[in-house]
Structure formats: C-alpha cells, structure tokens
C-alpha cells in the first residue's frame, strides 16, 4: 500500500487541504495510509467506502480472483445484468477493468502479505473522522464488521444492509450523508 500511498503524497504538500476524502475499495485502504499526512491545522473528514481491510481468503486466491476479472473484461450486458447500471456506467467500469495491469496488480498483492490494515484504524489523527461504509456480505461487500476496530475515538461504522461493494453506483445517498457540511449562518 505504501508505494500507492507515496504516488499520490505530491497532493498533500505545502499543507494542501481538503474537506472531505473518499476512498472506495483499494483506495480506501490507501487513503488510510495518507492519514498522516492530512494537514494537522484543518479538521478534515474521510470516507472509505467497503475498504478490504482484511482478507478471509489468502492473498493468493485474491489475486487470483483480480486477474481474473482483468482477464475476462465483462461485456455491458453482462454488467447490466449483474449490477443494473447505466450503458454509460457499463462502460466506464469496463474501460477501468481494462485498464488495470496484470503486474500492478500481481506487485500489489505480493507486496502487502499478510493482507492486513484495519490495524491503521487505531491510529486516526485528532483531526481527522473517519466513517467506514461497509457493504453487506451476503450482497458482495468485502469489509466485514468484524474486521473494523470498536472503540476507537473519531471512527464511525455504517453497515448498509443489501448494499454490495460498490456502494457509490448503489447508495451515494449515504456517502452525502456521512459528510459533515457547515452550517450556514443565518
């Protein structure tokens, strides 16, 4: 995770900062690698939307189970079937899985064994909170409650029940409602 953590570190010079960071699957995982280097002047709130934090299965049937999905590039009746989304959502998750190479995701894996990060979780920045949008598994989600640490101060868990992993195609209602938006002073 480090190395997709450090491509992206140039976002976080010169103390730039943001109000609000999303990450979804894989990018979840790393956006929680960049908590430290949030600027610590400005309170800021992440979104990590189904993150893997661990894997039931071994590291091997992961990536077994990616290169597979990039290997065999699902037509966009196939997506529509399977998920209901728009053509032109068909379209651009089957440009993205085309996209991906074989050894990033082969690198990926091998490098991050044991698969292993909700322990980044127990050390969240005092100016920062967390909410962890967890899918349900029995509809395809991958971060299992269990996995998520309890009592952890600025860390909140929502589980959607019936929602899948992709939880911005399927509620990006309840990504709207876990950020904090100022108050307007009336």
């Known amino acids: 995770m480090s190395t997709l953590a450090e491509d992206l570190r140039p976002y976080f010079i010169n103390d730039t ?7 979804s699957s894989l990018g979840a995982t790393v956006a929680l690698s960049l908590l430290p280097f949030l600027p610590k002047t400005k309170e800021t709130t992440v979104i990590l939307l189904d993150p893997p934090l661990e894997s039931e299965e071994t590291v091997e049937m992961s990536k077994s189970r990616v290169l ?26 089957a440009i993205a899985v085309s996209m ?28 920062v909170k967390v909410t962890v949008l967890a899918g349900d598994p029995e509809a395809g989600a991958v971060c299992l409650p269990e996995h998520v640490p309890r009592d952890i101060e600025r860390l909140n868990v929502r589980v959607l029940p019936g929602v899948g992993h992709i939880i911005q195609m399927e509620r990006p209602d309840a990504i709207m409602d876990a950020i904090q938006l100022p108050r307007a002073k009336l």
Request: glycine content about 6%; charged content about 20%.
């Open 17 to 23: 900062s943001y109000d609000v960071v999303v990450g």
């Open 68 to 93: 597979e999905t990039i290997a065999n590039v699902k037509n966009m009746q196939e997506v529509v079937d399977e998920f209901g989304w728009s053509r032109r959502d068909c379209v651009l998750a």
């Open 100 to 127: 991906c190479d074989h050894t990033t995701i082969d690198g990926i894996f091998s490098h991050n064994m044991p698969w292993s990060f909700s322990g980044l979780l127990k050390n969240i920045p005092p100016h």
